[in-house]
């Protein structure tokens, strides 16, 4: 049974086998016939193109015209000579190919049928002989070549028997040429079609019948698009001889064709619009009259929900361009639908930059034009872009997207535009009219006016950085002059493109700072004056006047109340308190040549100056810190009010820039990436992560991470005040009379920014649908400002701050230092007794001694721990953090007495104040004045009346002590040498 079943199987493959034979044999067999009748057929039409070249063509070309129109033609038969001579090469090449194929035994496979292989080529240079055979036709081509060589042609008429079977005498010459130039190569497609479909017929299913198949379709397509395109050219020329010369003389070009015709599928424009309508392939006339309207088809859009109603029986479309938007309207739904198609598809084509291929399909066939495009054009009506240049995108006929526009006199804007307006970022270049310079606008657009925040770098040199509203500068801003003549710096409040409000004016030619309230452009209402000098003064201005009585600080720590000259010179009735307490006061008047002269009453009954007037504090009730740099916090809250949307970011809180350096100048910065850092601090991103860090360790380290971003709008408030802070209070705002205004403005501040982030926390919860969570602590807003936020901003404000604590308190560090001075001369035990610390306190057993040292004379080696300790007082900025190094100085002492007592031992007042004063002497840190009061007006409320309250009272007592014992001395020995 196995060897029966073994036999069958053999049989059954060798019976394959025979079959697979057959079909080759067979398959071998249609290709060679395929391959001798393409043979046949390229030999024919290859003869066929020789006597076309030599009967035609080379007639045609002996002689260039010398009209200009002829010489138009001219070119454009020498163009379709070329054609025709790649056409005839292909022809050629293919002939030899295959005859070569036939001349051997190889076996033949059906790709190397060249027409088949080399399809794509065989297809364009079809497709390019006959484009340009069709713009010959257009411009009557072959009416003009038979005119002017009528007389050479009556005597070759037989010729062209020759090629037409249908050939008599009254057929017009131009149209036998027309003729001969397209039947036989349109036959000889035929032929291909013919043979590649017989072919395909006696192939089976599989990769080879396939490859036949889309061959025999891309031909066909091909016969279908040269039928389109002579009917498309023959169209064309017959509107051309229709039309007037006015009108062809200006809408004649041999690539335009005539696509519709209103006269043929009738449409109408909007009323009184136009007696026809012509679609061309790349253009839209509308004709009235002897006058024309024509539209770029690469701007036109179609809209068939027009929003206004058509009259009774008429069925509309809107068709929009960049300046006009008119109505077409037609008789019947079947008429609109053929127009809407063929309208969209000129579009969509004119945009490809190629015609579809076929032209074609059925109507509805084909996708819509994109309502997005890139294009460039000139506007012509009144408006604000007329004449102007625009060059971007562009959706439903308006400007949208990235564009760029150029203005005859010289402005060019580039950046983001919607409809048809500048909206977003963009810069613009505006030349000043009497210098070779510009005003460059790096800013954002709203609805076509400046809105939000930008730079302006003005072509004299002046720069702004700040808020624009309707094109104008408005709220926050600086303004800066960096020129030689006269520099100045403005930063402060704008409103309509003047100074109105708070702001502070730096004049760096007289060495002043301005800092108080603006009116149109001038100083107005209270204002403070700080020279460089050290001079300081505060006054009410009236349109940049002085008025009224004021108070000048001079640097010698007198103080004059009253009124006085823009010189400094006293005037009128006024009090003058010196710095030694005495106090004049009466009547100043400055007379030429002879100086100040007085009239009043000097009293010197007071020995010691009055702090309250020597340490006067400036602007207090004048500028309340509410109403300081209001322009900054509101845009800042209300980017939070507006939704926190990314597009509007930069315009609310100022430009993501991650270092100092300048915005970029170049165009650059509109379209490439901008900058990020390791953190996404998009906004989206920003409100998601805010929810995850709502407890108090996690949201310090988010905080902390954010106010350091350049890129997060916590970063960025806080930038924007540290800008302001500095400007007000550096260099020239050094002035220990502002201290008060600048230790309020800091603590405002941390409100502010957490009133901010409050704000952020509350938006990102309402997106997630959650409630904020109620403070469990009882803490207030306020509180949290202080103990939070504080913290973590006071490094950004603390050199101007700290600067401002130490001139305040100088006097008194003054005395301070001298006495330290003093108390470093004694020896540790000398010292010890001589503050009175009990003796049993005493820390002898850290007094290690060497050979020939006596005890007596060791200094800073008690208490060592502590000192070190304390030392640690200046290495930070945090008051919480100095609290605490204080906090452990307390420790490091009562450790050391515990030691020293051999038992835990807790110390008491009286024993503490000593001993710190011992650890104080020997720390020697500078300004501890100052350090101390900027820990008492900046720590966290909630500190007072405990622990760390009681360290900071204590080490204050022994600051005052030192003071007065400094001064005790200097009584004694004031004593000693009286007597």
């Known amino acids: 049974m196995a060897g029966r079943a073994l036999q069958l199987r053999t049989i059954a493959y060798d019976a394959k086998r025979c079959r697979l034979r057959h079909a080759g044999r067979k398959l071998d067999m ?15 039409f290859s003869a066929c193109l020789a006597r076309i070249d030599a009967l035609i063509f080379k007639p045609l070309l002996q002689a260039e015209p010398s009209d200009q129109k002829g010489k138009e033609n001219f070119k454009l038969f020498l163009l379709l000579n070329d054609r025709f001579q790649a056409l005839w090469n292909l022809t050629e090449e293919n002939y030899r190919i295959v005859k070569q194929k036939c001349s051997t035994s190889e076996s033949f496979c059906i790709q190397d049928i060249y027409i088949v292989w080399k399809g794509d080529l065989f297809l364009s240079l079809y497709i390019q002989y006959f484009v340009t055979f069709a713009n010959y036709v257009v411009v009557h081509g072959f009416e003009h070549a038979t005119k002017s060589k009528s007389e050479a042609w009556k005597h070759h008429k037989t010729v062209l028997k020759q090629f037409l079977t249908d050939f008599t005498s009254e057929t017009s010459m131009s149209l036998a040429l027309y003729t001969v130039l397209h039947k036989p190569i349109r036959d000889h497609i035929e032929q291909y079609i013919l043979l590649l479909t017989k072919l395909n017929e006696v192939l089976k299913e599989g990769s080879e019948k396939d490859v036949i198949t889309s061959a025999v379709k891309e031909y066909v397509k091909l016969e279908s698009f040269i039928s389109q395109v002579l009917d498309e050219a023959c169209f064309t020329k017959t509107l051309w001889k229709s039309l007037g010369y006015k009108f062809t003389d200006m809408l004649c070009v041999p690539e335009r064709r005539l696509l519709e015709d209103s006269r043929n599928l009738p449409i109408s424009a909007s009323t009184n619009r136009s007696d026809r309508i012509l679609l061309f392939d790349d253009v839209l006339v509308l004709i009235q009259g002897n006058s024309f309207q024509s539209f770029d088809l690469k701007l036109v859009w179609v809209d068939e929900n027009c929003r206004e109603k058509s009259a009774p029986g008429l069925y509309g479309l809107r068709v929009i361009t960049p300046e006009e938007t008119f109505f077409l309207s037609a008789k019947d739904p079947q008429m609109k639908a053929v127009w809407q198609w063929k309208l969209n598809q000129a579009i969509r084509q004119a945009l490809n930059g190629k015609r579809d291929f076929p032209l074609w399909g059925k109507t509805g066939e084909g996708t819509e034009p994109p309502s997005c495009r890139f ?7 009144e408006s604000k872009f007329k004449s102007a240049s625009y060059e971007g995108e562009w959706h439903w006929g308006k400007p949208h997207g990235k564009g760029t526009v150029k203005w005859r006199d010289g402005r060019n804007h580039v950046g983001d535009f919607k409809e048809g307006l500048e909206h977003g970022f963009g810069i613009c270049l505006v030349p000043r009219r009497s210098e070779d310079r510009y005003d460059c606008y790096k800013c954002h657009w709203y609805e076509g006016k400046m809105r939000g925040y930008g730079i302006c770098e003005y072509g004299n040199d002046m720069v702004y950085k700040g808020y624009f509203k309707d094109n104008m500068r408005q709220g926050f801003g600086i303004l800066e002059n960096h020129s030689a003549e006269h520099p100045f710096k403005y930063t402060g409040q ?5 100074k109105n409000g708070y702001g502070v004016w730096e004049d760096k030619d007289r060495g002043e700072r301005y800092i108080g309230t603006w009116l149109d452009d001038h100083k107005h209402g209270q204002g403070i004056v700080v020279t460089q000098s050290g001079v300081c003064y505060q006054r009410t201005f009236h349109a940049d006047k002085m008025v009224g009585s004021g108070i ?7 103080v004059y109340e009253g009124n006085f000259t823009e010189d400094l010179t006293f005037v009128g009735k006024g009090k003058l308190s010196f710095a030694n307490g005495f106090i004049l006061e009466g009547t100043f008047t400055n007379k030429s040549g002879q100086g100040l002269q007085t009239q009043g009453i000097l009293n010197t009954s007071n020995e010691q100056p009055d702090e309250r007037i020597t340490k006067t504090q400036l602007g207090l009730k004048e500028f309340p810190v509410e109403k300081r740099w209001k322009g900054i916090y509101d845009q800042f809250l209300e980017f939070v009010h ?4 990314e597009e509007t970011e930069e315009s609310f809180t100022g430009f993501h820039i991650q270092t100092s350096k300048e915005l970029r100048k170049s165009q650059e910065y509109l379209f490439c990436h901008r900058g990020t850092e390791d953190v996404s ?4 991103d920003i409100l998601e992560e805010l929810v995850h860090h709502q407890e108090l360790e996690s949201l310090q380290r988010y905080l902390e991470k954010a106010l350091k971003s350049s890129l997060h709008p916590l970063g960025k408030l806080l930038k924007a005040l540290t800008i302001a802070f500095q400007t007000t209070y550096s260099g020239i705002g050094a002035n220990r009379h502002l201290l008060t205004m600048a230790q309020e403005e800091v603590k405002y501040y941390a409100k502010k920014i957490w009133e901010f982030y409050q704000g952020l926390l509350h938006l990102a919860l309402e997106q997630k649908g959650q409630m904020p969570a109620k403070c469990v602590d009882g803490e207030t807003s306020d509180q949290k400002a202080c103990s939070v936020v504080l913290p973590l901003i006071l490094p950004c404000f603390y050199p101007e701050l700290f600067m401002l604590y130490m001139l305040y308190h100088e006097r008194e560090d003054d005395l301070y230092c001298q006495g330290i001075v003093d108390l470093s001369l004694f020896p540790d035990i000398k010292l010890l007794e001589f503050l009175d610390v009990q003796k049993h306190l005493w820390p002898l057993k850290d007094l290690t001694l060497t050979t020939n040292q006596r005890r007596s004379l060791i200094k800073d080696k008690c208490f060592l721990s502590a000192t070190e300790c304390l030392q640690k007082l200046i290495t930070t900025v945090d008051p919480r953090e100095k609290l605490l190094i204080l906090q452990k100085t307390y420790e490091e002492i009562e450790s050391t007495v ?4 051999e038992t835990d031992y807790k110390l008491p007042m009286d024993d503490l104040l000593p001993l710190l004063m011992y ?3 020997r720390a020697k840190i500078q300004h501890l004045g100052a350090e101390i009061h900027l820990i008492r007006d900046l720590m966290d409320p909630t500190n007072q009346g405990g622990l760390y309250d009681f360290l900071l009272t204590a080490l204050e007592s022994c600051y005052e002590h030192i003071q007065r014992m400094r001064l005790h001395q200097r009584e004694n020995c004031h004593l000693s040498h009286s007597s």
């Open 898 to 901: 515990s030691r020293v007592v």
């Open 30 to 44: 249609c290709a060679a016939e395929a391959t001798a009748s393409l043979l046949h057929v390229e030999e024919n």
């Open 552 to 558: 000048l600080l001079l640097e010698d720590d007198s």
């Open 375 to 381: 294009f460039t054009y000139v506007f012509r009506l």
């Open 494 to 498: 704008w409103e309509n493109d003047k």
């Open 681 to 684: 601090w998009k906004i989206e």
């Open 919 to 921: 650890v104080v002497s």
């Open 642 to 645: 507006s939704g926190c949307k």
